[in-house]
C-alpha cells in the first residue's frame, strides 16, 4: 500500500518549480526570480536572478542554477554572480536546450554542435563556462539514415553518470551512458538497444536517480528496463 507523507508547505503561487536530483532542493521560479528553497524544511535558501529562463537546472549542493536556451548558457549563484556563454555553434541538427550538473556542482554537461556538423558531448566549467573535455556524439547505427535530431542528456547524480538518449521525435533509438573522471569524459561501454522493433517507439523516457532504470511507454505498455555491468 503506497502511503503520502507531507513533508512540508511552501507559500506562494511559482509559475515552476525544478527539485534537485536528490530531491533536497526547490527552485521556485517566480518571472526571472527564483527562490532556492530546503525541500525538506521549506527554509528559503535565497534568491537567483536568471533571465530568459523557462526551466532551470538546480546545483546539487543548492547554490546555483543552470539554463540553456537558443544556443546560450547561463549559470547564476545565490551570491549574485552570473556567468553567460553563446556557443558558437548551434544548429538544429545536434539541438538541445539541456545542461545539467555533475555531482559536485563544479561542471556542466551539455551538447554542443560542431562548424563542420558533427556533434559533441562536452563537459563545462560550471564557473567559467570554459570547455574542459570533450567526445564526439555517438550513434546508434553506422548507416547515413540515423542521425541525432534530438539528444537528450540526463544526469544521474549522485552516480556521476550521464545517459544520452538518442532520440528522434518521441521514438528511442538507444541510450549510450558516460562517466565522468575529474575533467575527463569516458564513455561507458553499455549500450542499450534490445533487438525489439518495438522500442524505437518509446516515448516519454524517464530515468532513476541512480541511473540503472529507465522506463518509456509504447501504447497501452509500460517498460522497465535495469542495466547493470556483467563480470
Not at 71 to 98: E, F, M, P, W
Not at 121 to 138: F, G, N, Q, R
Not at 177 to 198: A, E, M, R, T, Y
Request: overall charge negative; aromatic content about 12%; hydrophobic content about 40%.
Amino acid at each position: 500500500m503506497l502511503k503520502l507523507e507531507q513533508i512540508t508547505q511552501i507559500n506562494g503561487r511559482p509559475n515552476w518549480i525544478e527539485l534537485s536530483t536528490d530531491g533536497h532542493w526547490a527552485a521556485l521560479q517566480y518571472g526571472s526570480e527564483w527562490r532556492m528553497v530546503d525541500a525538506l524544511t521549506g527554509l528559503e535558501n535565497g534568491r537567483i536572478h536568471l533571465p530568459d529562463a523557462y526551466w532551470a537546472t538546480v546545483s546539487p549542493d543548492g547554490t546555483a542554477l543552470a539554463s540553456m536556451r537558443g544556443g546560450v548558457i547561463r549559470v547564476a549563484y545565490l551570491n549574485s554572480k552570473q556567468v553567460t556563454k553563446a556557443c558558437t555553434y548551434h544548429g538544429t541538427k545536434y539541438y538541445s536546450d539541456d545542461v545539467c550538473f555533475t555531482a559536485d556542482s563544479q561542471r556542466l554537461w551539455t551538447t554542443l554542435w560542431n562548424e563542420d556538423e558533427s556533434g559533441r558531448l562536452a563537459l563545462l566549467d560550471a564557473e567559467t563556462l570554459s570547455e574542459i573535455a570533450s567526445v564526439p556524439m555517438p550513434k546508434a547505427r553506422a548507416d547515413d539514415l540515423d542521425y541525432w535530431s534530438e539528444p537528450y542528456s540526463i544526469l544521474h547524480i549522485p552516480s556521476n553518470t550521464l545517459a544520452l538518449q538518442h532520440a528522434g521525435g518521441d521514438h528511442l533509438f538507444g541510450v549510450f551512458f558516460f562517466n565522468q573522471h575529474g575533467n575527463q569524459i569516458k564513455p561507458h561501454p553499455l549500450f542499450v538497444s534490445p533487438d525489439s522493433g518495438d522500442f524505437r517507439q518509446m516515448n516519454s523516457i524517464s530515468f532513476s536517480a541512480s541511473g540503472q532504470l529507465f522506463a518509456g511507454i509504447d501504447g497501452v505498455f509500460l517498460h522497465v528496463w535495469r542495466w547493470w555491468i556483467c563480470s
